[in-house]
Each structure stands twice: as C-alpha cells, then as structure tokens.
C-alpha cells in the first residue's frame, strides 16, 4: 500500500504571508497532482508533475515534484483570502494500466484577511 | 462550473429508504468514479467504472449499489444506510484509467451531501 504523508494538516496564516505545503512518501510515483477543495465543491485539479526534479508554477503558487518521485511541495507567495480550501495531494502508483490514486491526508488552509 | 453534474445537492434520507444518487459528464469520459468525503478529509474511493464495466469496487457494503447506464452517465443506488454513512458524496471521471492519470486527471463534480438520520 502506498501511503502519502501531508504536512500541515490545518495552517491558519495572514494575508501577505508565505507558506509551504508537503506532501512525502516512501513510494516512487509516477506523478502527483495537487487539487484546491473549496467549501460546498469538488477537488478541483491545480497541477501535475510527471519529472523528477520538475518545478511548475500556476500564478502564485509554485510546485515541485521530489528527484526521486517520492515527494512534492506546494509553496504560495502572497496568500489572498481566495487560496483559502483544503490542498490535497494525489500519487498515482508505477502500475501500467489502471493504477490508483492514493490521497494525501489534505491541509486545510485559511488566509485571514 | 464543474463539467461533472450531481445530483440532488444535498440529500436526507432515513435508515429504511430507497435513494439514488446520479451524475452525469458529457467530456466522452470512458472512466467514472465515485468517492465519499468525510468533513476535512480526502475522498476515499468506492467503485471504479471503465468503460460501462465496474472495475473496482473498494469493499463497499452492499447497500451501496452503483450502476452505469451508458458512458455518460453513473448512478448509485442507496439503501438501508446508516448514520456513519452521512458524507459528501462525489462522483468523477477521467478521459481513460487504462492510461496513466498525467494524462486523464480527475474532474470531480460538486458532490451530494448525504444526511442518514
């Protein structure tokens, strides 16, 4: 079983402020995506990371995928009141055909204006 | 707005009723998932369809019942549930599950907010 440790659970921060979210395992995945998770919606997908060592970033918020493909960061410069949501990351396994996504345990963020 | 639709929104139901949950996407989609959520917690996945066939089933109790008319749409039927059964309730699909997911991401739909009193 692959498991995903993510790490804040819940982080409460000012607006203005940086943060940084990780997401770690002891499993190779073959990619990870992150999803936002706003309250009353479904996860909505943000981004996903397929290479060792890949950086992307979407605005504000820059992704990395470990160089090992076992772990991921997910940093936010800036934080508005909109970032605010649950950020859950997303592993899909080494299998060929048909692999699961194994969840991360979220991280429940709230930007305070 | 979500290109997943589900409904009803929100849903309550006693201990011996007979619901259905449905959700349909209209992307050509040949994957379709459903998962329940806990308040604050990640979806834990329940069936798996790929193309009309379910491929997956979670070691869901029986009184969950899904059913997959044709490619578009995913129903899941729901009777003599429990109060620990109260959850959100999201339904998703990808492009292919025979592929890697880099390649077909999961679009979820809003979900139902199941109440079982």
């Known amino acids: 079983t692959q498991l995903l440790e993510q790490s804040p659970q819940f982080l409460s921060i000012q607006e203005g402020e940086n943060l940084t979210v990780y997401c770690n395992s002891s499993?190779?995945?073959?990619?990870l995506q992150w999803y936002r998770q706003e309250p009353g919606e479904g996860p909505v997908l943000l981004v996903t990371?397929?290479?060792?060592?890949e950086v992307k970033k979407l605005k504000r918020l820059t992704f990395q995928f470990g160089d090992a493909r076992k772990d991921s960061s997910l940093h936010i410069t800036a934080a508005q009141p909109g970032d605010t949501g649950l950020y859950l990351c997303a592993g899909e396994g080494l299998e060929t055909s048909g692999s699961r996504l194994t969840f991360g345990e979220g991280t429940q963020l709230t930007v305070n204006p | 707005d979500t290109e997943v639709t589900q409904t009803p929104k929100h849903l309550v139901m006693g201990m011996t009723n007979k619901k259905s949950l449905k959700c349909e996407q209209h992307?050509?989609?040949?994957?379709m998932y459903w998962y329940k959520q806990k308040a604050k917690k990640p979806p834990e996945l329940m069936f798996v369809?790929?193309?009309?066939?379910?491929?997956i089933n979670e070691s869901v109790p029986s009184r969950f019942s899904p059913e997959c008319p044709n490619s578009s749409l995913l129903n899941l039927h729901l009777h003599a549930l429990q109060p620990e059964d109260s959850a959100l309730y999201l339904c998703?699909?990808?492009?292919?599950?025979?592929?890697?997911?880099?390649?077909?991401?999961?679009?979820f739909g809003n979900g139902t907010r199941l109440t079982v009193t």
């Open positions: 990371v397929v290479t060792g060592g």
């Open positions: 369809y790929s193309y009309e066939k379910l491929s």
């Open positions: 998703a699909s990808s492009q292919d599950r025979g592929r890697a997911s880099y390649n077909s991401p999961l679009h």
């Open positions: 499993s190779v995945f073959s990619s």
């Open positions: 992307m050509g989609h040949r994957a």
